[in-house]
């Protein structure tokens, strides 16, 4: 006679049918479903159903296994997934009768549909250098499996995505009859993107884990070949998912806003002559930016932040924006102002992060120190060749999102952004008076609107 054990986690819709579907098979003495501290009414469905139920003491599929094992009557155990809807026919006896027929002691399920990404992107490929005599199982990931208790009584239950993974290895390394069988056609429900990291990680951290404690099974040639792949398979996925990934770029002052955040703070603090005369002397931006932060020298957080607060932004910037968000480009700001001001504007706006220049506070003051951060600098790397530029940090922006700067909408108003503006795919000028950052671009915006953006849009 045969023990079905069901774990579930809040399958109310299915685990009636499930139930009946296995009390339905003469062969089955028993249904287990072990219900995984489910939010909905699994446990009750399942009891009216046939089943007998238990709650798991601790929330995951392996442990819900193990419990299930420990409740069961039978030498001959058969789990199926809790989600399945309908199970073809014969499915019980198709993973019982090569253990009833002692052609196995363990079997795995396979059916008629393609396998996951992570079956295909990461467990076979693993299975191929480490288990080489598992590398035949179409789905090795599958939670189908029929097999001798007292064999499950042996392994470890690891209590993630690699629960399944993991009873096949130690089934192997048990040297106990393993073998798959085609269960037929089957509507699996696949997992959300969401989940392929985590799932992805926890199948190939089982599957080197064994391998590792089985020294037979794994050698420094494989630990060299797994580092090569790694190591080529991140370059390459960097490379080519790349091409799908885009963003724009928006400067803030004279753009975004109606103005000038500094000239604003000037006026209103009463330093703008001063201002003016200093953008008339000094000509090196880097000493500029330095000396213009001497300026707020004393200025608390909250006065700058009411500065910002009373200057209007262009008023579709949010409606477009929404829409660039939802064509799935990201979304930044790379500004000479301060990131205390072009956070808010991130935030007020919807844009996913800003670049600036640092200003210093000590207990809520401006200390008149501006840190310029490293991502303006040059490098080796850099694409225009200057020291200090908007384009490096663009470019940063690009290798931090991983996109093509040829995929980059950058828009911008001033001889400040000429660079960057003439190195993106798409550069803008935007309401400019500056002749040569409209000769740089790839075209120009002549009213205080982004919806003309829209149509770059890929």
């Not at 049918?17 to 501290?37: G, N, Q, R, T, W």
């Not at 200025?299 to 409606?319: G, H, Q, R």
């Not at 200003?359 to 200390?367: I, N, R, V």
Request: hydrophobic content about 40%; proline content about 3%; charged content about 25%.
């Amino acid at each position: 006679m045969i023990s079905v054990i069901i774990p579930a986690l809040n399958e109310e819709k299915t685990i009636g049918k499930i139930v009946k579907f296995c009390l339905s098979d003469p062969l089955v003495a028993e249904v287990i479903v072990v219900d995984d501290k489910s939010t909905d009414h699994t446990a009750q469905v399942a009891y009216k159903s046939g089943a007998k139920v238990i709650v798991s003491d601790v929330r995951g599929k392996g442990i819900s296994m193990r419990d299930g094992i420990k409740q069961a009557y039978n030498e001959l155990i058969v789990f199926l997934d809790g989600d399945i809807d309908p199970y073809p026919e014969n499915t019980i006896r198709n993973l019982a009768d090569p253990i009833i027929e002692g052609r196995a002691d363990f079997v795995k399920g396979a059916f008629a549909r393609n396998a996951g990404r992570v079956t295909e992107l990461v467990a076979k490929p693993l299975l191929s250098i480490l288990f080489p005599g598992l590398s035949h199982f179409s789905q090795p990931l599958s939670g189908m499996i029929a097999g001798k208790k007292s064999f499950f009584n042996k392994i470890e239950f690891v209590n993630d995505y690699g629960v399944d993974i993991g009873i096949l290895i130690d089934m192997h390394l048990m040297k106990a009859k393993v073998t798959e069988v085609n269960i037929g056609y089957i509507e699996n429900k696949s997992k959300p993107w969401e989940s392929l990291g985590k799932m992805s990680k926890e199948v190939s951290k089982v599957i080197i884990r064994k391998a590792h404690r089985h020294t037979d099974e794994f050698t420094e040639d494989d630990v060299s070949s797994l580092e090569t792949i790694n190591r080529e398979m991140n370059r390459v996925l960097k490379e080519e998912l790349a091409a799908f990934h885009k963003m724009i770029v928006l400067d803030m002052d004279n753009t975004i806003l109606k103005g000038r955040f500094i000239d604003e703070a000037a006026r209103k603090f009463g330093f703008f002559p001063a201002l003016e005369d200093l953008r008339a002397s000094e000509k090196d931006p880097i000493i500029l930016t330095k000396r213009i932060g001497l300026m707020l020298k004393g200025k608390t957080i909250d006065d700058l932040l009411n500065v910002i607060d009373e200057m209007d932004v262009i008023e579709d910037t949010k409606k477009v924006i929404r829409e660039f968000k939802r064509k799935n480009y990201i979304v930044g700001i790379i500004s000479n102002s301060y990131s205390l001001i072009t956070n808010y504007v991130k935030q007020k706006i919807g844009a996913d992060f800003s670049l600036a220049y640092i200003l210093e506070f000590l207990e809520g003051k401006t200390t008149g120190e501006v840190n310029l951060p490293y991502y303006f600098f040059g490098s080796p790397e850099s694409v225009c060749g200057h020291s200090f530029c908007k384009t490096n940090a663009l470019q940063y922006a690009c290798e931090k999102h991983n996109v093509l700067l040829k995929n980059c909408i950058v828009v911008g108003d001033s001889m400040d952004d000429r660079c960057m503006v003439a190195h993106a795919g798409t550069g803008v000028a935007f309401c400019t008076d500056d002749e040569l950052l409209e000769r740089v671009a790839s075209t120009s915006i002549k009213e205080r609107s982004f919806v003309p953006l829209l149509s770059m849009a890929s």
